[in-house]
């Protein structure tokens, strides 16, 4: 059983990581995980809520 | 210059021989540089012989940064960048994944050592030893740190990575630290230029990287290390809102009447006067005239400066850091030589006038000031 990781994937925003099984040539589990975390829930906790677009829009630029 | 080389460029961007030289000036100018110097960069571009490689890191970003260059709707203009320069290494750009992106990377740092380009988006994570951004395994920090070493410079693009950004916003839950402070801490010199925004306006990316092809030296910095060039002035400064400002005409609500009739922002929060950024005079987005934040009716939030975006409230009231003394300029009626200044003793009148101004200033800033003129 081979495993496989490919990290960074490319082409997409943001910092993603796959990691996969491979058993007889195919793919038998698999696995994604984000690799960044800036905490923007944390952020907005307890703010003005008129304000909390400006942060929450920052989540994806694309 | 031989023609037959910027022919070929222009030929390869889509745009006519004129355009081109036309663009270029345009970048020139928008640098304070001398007349003659757009023809000096057109030269630089078509005739480099080499193209300076450039290593993009991505920290903890959203990628805005990127999307804003790539965006820009100019048609010359991501060609312009991207065959400017070799683009050796850039997550979202990159055509390889994994190991081989990885690859790439490092063998662009091996073969170009001290000579490329490093450019970061992003915000470094430091807390619980940088484990809220890892790439490859490895945690964004220590490939910085890394990769930081052996650049000619850096470029900060963004908000994020010239002084915190986003995620450094309160209570800043990863540690979240601009790059510079990270080579600081690191003991590594290489020189760093920032080019905050949120997302930062392309055209001060471009002309940056315009001006170090050409002139194989960075801008000249102010001491926030932002090319003079953009930042040198408050957005307050060249603002066309700023003769509302000056006569005390003040929206007090979004959609109020003074708001609809395009009166200064200062009362819903705008930031505009402890804000350094060249927005009102290149405008923002290629969309036509009047885009760029207080141009659409909306107080400008500080995303440049340090302290102020995403840190200040953002309906609270900016400090005001300089004050044009509208009750001193001279009577338009007046001939020549004899304006309303001219019988005072210069230095009473200066210290008197700034005195005036300031309460006269105080007084059209107050809280219930502008509401009568709705
Ligand atoms: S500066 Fe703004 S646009 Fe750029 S990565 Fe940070 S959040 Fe995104
Ligand atoms: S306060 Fe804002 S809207 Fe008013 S003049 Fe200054 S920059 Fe313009």
């Known amino acids: 059983m081979a495993r496989i990781v490919i990290d960074p994937i490319?082409?997409?925003?943001?910092?993603?990581r796959i990691e996969c099984e491979v058993?007889?040539?195919?793919?038998?589990?698999?696995?994604?995980?984000?690799?960044?975390?800036?905490?923007?829930?944390?952020?907005?906790?307890?703010r003005d809520a008129r304000e909390v677009w400006l942060f929450t829009q920052r989540i994806c630029g694309v | 210059m031989k023609n037959k080389d910027i022919a070929s460029v222009s030929k390869h961007l889509g745009v006519s021989r004129r355009e081109f030289l036309k663009y270029c000036s345009i970048v020139a100018a928008g640098m304070g540089l001398p007349l003659g110097t757009g023809e000096q960069i057109a030269e630089a571009v078509t005739k480099a012989a080499r193209r300076p490689p450039v290593i993009w890191l991505?920290?903890?970003e959203c990628t805005g940064c990127s999307e804003s260059l790539l965006r820009a709707t100019h048609p010359t203009f991501e060609h312009l960048i991207l065959d400017l320069i070799s683009l050796d290494y850039h997550e979202t750009l990159s055509t390889p994944s994994g190991h081989q992106a990885e690859a790439a990377r490092a063998a662009s740092i091996k073969e170009n050592k001290g000579k490329f380009i490093l450019v970061v988006d992003g915000a470094i994570p430091v807390k619980d030893k940088g484990i809220y951004c890892m790439i490859a395994g490895r945690t964004a920090l220590d490939i910085l740190q890394e990769t930081a070493?052996?650049?000619?410079?850096?470029?900060?693009?963004?908000?994020?990575?010239?002084?915190?950004?986003?995620p450094s916003a309160d209570p800043n839950p990863t540690g979240a630290t601009p790059v510079q402070k990270i080579l600081t801490d690191a003991g590594i010199k290489t020189p760093v230029v920032t080019i905050p925004g949120c997302p930062p306006n392309p055209y001060n990316f471009l002309s940056t990287v315009l001006y170090f092809v050409t002139f194989k030296k960075l801008p000249e910095l102010d001491d926030l290390a932002r090319p003079k060039f953009a930042y040198g002035r408050l957005i307050h400064e060249n603002c066309e809102r700023r003769p509302h400002f000056d006569a005390g005409r003040f929206a007090t609500e979004f959609g109020d009447e003074n708001h609809r009739k395009g009166y200064c922002l200062y009362k819903l929060g705008c930031?505009?006067?402890?804000?350094?950024?060249?927005?009102?005079?290149?405008?923002?987005?290629?969309?036509g005239s009047g885009t760029w934040p207080v141009g659409?009716?909306?107080?400008?939030f500080g995303c440049t400066e340090k302290g102020i975006g995403f840190h200040k409230p953002l309906f609270s009231k900016a400090s005001l850091h300089m004050v044009t003394p509208p009750d001193t300029y001279?009577?338009?009626?007046?001939?020549?030589?004899k304006s309303a200044l001219a019988g005072i003793a210069v230095a009473a009148a200066a210290a008197g006038a700034a005195y005036a101004a300031v309460n006269n200033v105080a007084k059209k800033l107050g809280d219930d000031d502008g509401k009568g003129k709705k």
Do not use: Y
């Not at chain 1, 040539?25 to 944390?42: D, F, H, L, P, Y």
């Not at chain 2, 070493?149 to 002084?163: E, L, N, P």
């Not at chain 2, 001279?330 to 030589?337: L, R």
């Open chain 1, 10 to 16: 490319t082409r997409i925003e943001g910092h993603l």
């Open chain 2, 330 to 337: 001279p009577h338009v009626v007046e001939h020549q030589g």
């Open chain 2, 149 to 166: 070493k052996d650049a000619f410079a850096i470029i900060a693009m963004g908000s994020c990575s010239s002084w915190g950004g986003v």
């Open chain 2, 296 to 300: 659409t009716g909306h107080p400008c």
């Open chain 1, 23 to 46: 058993e007889n040539g195919k793919v038998s589990k698999a696995w994604t995980s984000g690799q960044m975390w800036r905490g923007i829930e944390n952020i907005v906790k307890g």
């Open chain 2, 271 to 287: 930031k505009g006067p402890e804000t350094h950024a060249n927005c009102p005079s290149i405008l923002f987005g290629d969309t």
């Open chain 2, 58 to 60: 991505s920290a903890q």
